[in-house]
């Protein structure tokens, strides 16, 4: 069986969600750092703002760098004549 082609959006999504998940690790890592820090000016605040930005950010490139990738494969298993998969 061979991959001729992987669908934009999906892949696009699929890669958003998953670096979205992985942005939300990353945002609770720092909100539990900034808590353990000083209490002045505002770095809990930030710290747990972290666990809302972070996680978007990670969503939206995740989403971008999905359907570039997406693309590129496309392209380039025009020219390879696709991906050779092995499946049971």
Sequence with gaps: MKLKSIGVMS??????????????????????????GPSGGGVAQMGLLSVVIVPLIYLVSGFILGVISAVIYNLTFRWTGGLELNLE
Excluded: P
Aim: glycine content about 16%; aromatic content about 4%; hydrophobic content about 70%.
């Design 11 to 36: 892949f696009g999504v699929n890669t958003a969600v998953v670096c979205g998940l992985i942005g939300l690790l990353a945002g609770l890592a720092v909100a539990l750092l900034s808590l353990m």
